[in-house]
């Protein structure tokens, strides 16, 4: 156990202190009784004469609980630095009306962050980023080995933040930017997406062919089912998005070019069987030896510090105007 603010803890020195001050100026408080013999106060004392003189030592304990609470107790922060084969991935989610369709349950956006989570909590190593693309893209996250922050991210991810589209072009030469300073032996990419790209500033295949001259492998996962499926046909007013049953395609052949061109591989997400088979493909790929610092985050103690000063407190109210109240006549 550490202290986050241990100066505080000094002012326990002062608390003799005040006891020693306490008891020497105890008598004046008291009224004396003065009588001529010793033995006509025998049998005078009772237990709550003793307890008394004990009841003062809860209100200082309690002093020092709460000193030692302000100093913030915590557990010690725990570092270890770990040797392990890591690779550099960029994961590029597509943010389009359409991630909203509900062929998966409650929708593939759903699917897709699970997918998302899956990934980043089975690479425990490896540094992780996040791109996200609709009718432009942008980098939501930079490569990090810090899981809690990613993970957040992508669970925060919601359709409507970029315009209307789906600029595959844009999200993956995004991603290249972010893996073209990275130093590491092997940089993927993962592609999460429902459909067709119509956004023509950076066709895909372009992307691809820059992917292939950086060394980036693309891993492209394509979701949703083709057909009649109940999807966004317009945003109202308010936000929201009117479903109603559209035609929905999947142009599986680019993916499967984009993906082969850079040395990658297309997986048609349609069960969990070919999200465990793409696990099991990225775990094959070259690794490079790193060293990763791992900071096991503290907990805060000083709550239950305060709890053990309130009840303490609490007892010695009710023993000094209980069964310990003294009344003066």
Known sequence: MSFAQPLW???????????????QEAGRRHVTLQVSR???????KTWVVYARNWIQYLRWVTLALCIIAIARPQLLWHEESVEAEAIDIMLVMDLS?????KDFSPDRLTV?????????NRRPYDRIGLVVFSGGAFTQCPLTNDRRLLLAFINNLQVGRLPDGSAIGMGLGVALQRLDKSESK?????????GENNEWDLEPLQAGAFAKALGVKIFS??????GLVL?????KGNGTYAFENREMNFNSLLFEKLSSMSGGQFFRIKTGQETAEMYKTIEKLDKDKVKVL????????????????FCLMVLELLLRWGPLRVITV
């Open 38 to 44: 010793l033995t006509a106060m025998k049998g005078l």
């Open 221 to 226: 996962l394509g979701i949703g089912s083709e």
């Open 97 to 101: 009306p359409s991630m909203l369709s």
């Open 112 to 120: 897709a962050k699970e997918m998302a989570n899956t990934i980043v």
């Open 9 to 23: 803890l000094i002012l326990l020195l002062i608390l003799p202190l005040l006891m020693y001050q306490y008891r």
């Open 186 to 194: 092997s940089k993927i990419i993962i592609l999460i997406t429902d």
């Open 294 to 309: 791992r900071i096991k985050h503290h907990t805060e103690l000083y709550f239950w510090f305060l709890n053990a000063a």
């Open 231 to 235: 999807s966004p046909a317009y945003q």
